[in-house]
């Protein structure tokens, strides 16, 4: 039977991890997007991968027990207390999920490793991170969002190089700012974890938006309702004083980073109107 690779779904790491296992290691696997507060898929003798995102550790064993076998790399902050201990789960904090994927299965120590990091991989990473410290990484990681979460496309773009989405990039830069700037003007607020935070509906640059309505405030929520009705907040906050997030979401069942974090629920908070 295939191995089963299940990824973080919905963002550009999680699928990029995906892509370098599929590319790199094995193009007939089952890839399986998957969420936080969902039930994990059968595992029950498969071979199971999991990148860029852990369930809990009462899953995961859980999934072990049953499983052919398991491997879990994962670097979101909140799942450093769930996979401490368990030989077959692999944290790295301060990296990103693709560049784990690739570092497991390709010995960073080797210089014809190092060099060989798919060019994909550092720019996914440099935005996952909030570094942008990659030439054009903004218009790069702007043009690559314009794309499909498709292996072939992917593909194609892999061997485009990152200058031909730099170029690409600028305009949708340009774009980027025009829809965000409403966004974060009009706005209302609701409480979360005790905290009263500005907050603003958004399907997309919710990462953008977010940073960006979280200047002087412990933090920001971005919200929207996905098709099963259920409700997805995006939280970010800036600055060394600024809230940790990613315990926030912890406490409703999500998880992420100190700034950077997302969690589920089957109903919306109460919010105010005002900006």
């Known amino acids: 039977m295939k191995p089963l690779v299940l990824f973080h779904g919905g963002c550009n790491d999680g699928f990029c ?112 991170l909030w570094r942008w410290a990659l030439v054009d990484s903004k218009a790069v990681n702007a043009a690559l969002a314009s794309y499909p979460r498709d292996f072939a496309v992917w593909d194609e773009i892999a061997e485009r190089g990152p200058q031909a989405l730099a170029v690409e990039g600028q305009a949708i830069l340009r774009f980027q ?5 409403p966004r974060v003007r009009y706005h209302g607020w609701t409480t979360i974890s005790g905290f009263r935070v500005p907050i603003t509906n958004a399907t997309f640059l ?18 929207f309702i996905r098709p099963d009705s259920k409700v997805v907040y995006n939280l970010r906050s800036k600055g060394d004083a600024a809230a940790d997030v990613g315990r926030i979401a912890r406490d409703y069942g999500g998880g992420g980073h100190k700034h950077a974090a997302a969690f589920t629920l089957e109903t919306m908070l109460p919010m105010e109107a005002g900006t």
């Open 17 to 128: 991890a995906a892509w370098v296992y599929r590319r790199y290691v094995n193009p007939q696997a089952e890839f399986k997007a998957v969420q936080y507060n969902t039930d994990p898929p059968a595992t029950a003798d498969r071979d199971v991968v999991i990148l860029d995102f852990s369930y809990e550790r009462a899953q995961l064993m859980e999934m072990h027990d049953h499983a052919r076998s398991l491997l879990v790399l994962d670097h979101h902050e909140t799942a450093a207390d769930a996979l401490a201990g368990l030989d077959y789960c692999v944290f790295a904090e301060g990296k990103s999920g693709a560049r784990m994927t690739w570092e497991y299965f390709f010995d960073p120590r080797s210089q014809s490793s190092a060099d060989a990091v798919p060019w994909l991989v550092s720019y996914t990473e440099d935005r996952d």
């Open 177 to 181: 700012h025009r829809l965000i700037r």
């Open 206 to 223: 919710t990462s953008e938006i977010g940073n960006a309505l979280a200047e002087g405030h412990p933090f920001s929520a971005v919200f």
